[in-house]
């Protein structure tokens, strides 16, 4: 991938179960080392499923969290 364009439009182009993902460019410089709080991670885990065993690396975000 040689551009940001080429970047995005693969990205567009990939599809899982049929769906394919919202895709935006985000040129925004984001803090290190924020954190979001208990709270409002709560509000996006019912949106989260993991696979038994291996919950740390492997997990499911469905559609209808709009962060």
């Known amino acids: ?3 940001v364009e080429t970047t995005l439009k693969f990205a567009k ?5 049929g769906k394919a993902p919202i895709v935006k460019l985000t040129e925004k410089i984001y803090e290190t080392g ?6 409002t991670m709560k509000t996006y885990y019912q949106f989260v499923d993991r696979m038994p ?9 469905s559609p209808g969290c709009s962060g």
């Open 1 to 3: 991938m040689d551009t």
């Open 13 to 17: 182009s990939m599809t899982y179960n």
């Open 34 to 39: 924020v954190k979001v709080g208990k709270k």
């Open 53 to 61: 065993s291996l919950e740390k690396w492997f997990l499911t975000i």
